[in-house]
Nanobody
Framework: QVQLVESGGGLVQAGGSLRLSCAAS????????MSWYRQAPGKQRELVAR???????NYLDSVRDRFTISRDSAKNTIYLQMNSLKPEDTAVYSC??????????????????WGQGTQVTVSS
């Protein structure tokens, strides 16, 4: 079993910063892609940022140059540094990891796991 635990959400004024963390634990052999998603009220969930196992990244256009995703593979943890926050960034942010569980070691198959979500609210 694999668990993802997020932290770092909260309330911040426009222009401020927050840093989200997501730590994975459990029967993990390896982790491929790690991502952050968000969902605002009444809107579909969208991919905010993704980082591959080799460190390649891609971002939602509206957050590029403001948000930075990073990973600490030794700790099975990803981070999302969010700067110059805007009210439109208000959403529940969730982490996602594509994990090779221990009982699948050596396989190219992965299983997707999600964090519980953390609320980010940006006031104007």
């Amino acid at each position: 079993q694999v668990q993802l635990v997020e932290s770092g959400g909260g309330l911040v004024q426009a222009g401020g910063s927050l840093r989200l963390s997501c730590a994975a634990s459990g029967s993990i052999w390896s982790i491929n892609d790690m991502s952050w998603y968000r969902q605002a009220p009444g809107k579909q969930r969208e991919l905010v940022a993704r980082i591959g196992s080799g460190g390649s990244t891609n971002y939602l256009d509206s957050v590029r140059d403001r948000f930075t995703i990073s990973r600490d593979s030794a700790k099975n943890t990803i981070y999302l540094q969010m700067n110059s926050l805007k009210p439109e960034d208000t959403a529940v942010y969730s982490c996602n990891m594509n994990v090779v569980p221990t009982h699948w070691r050596g396989s190219t198959m992965t299983q997707s796991y999600w964090g519980q979500g953390t609320q980010v609210t940006v006031s104007s």
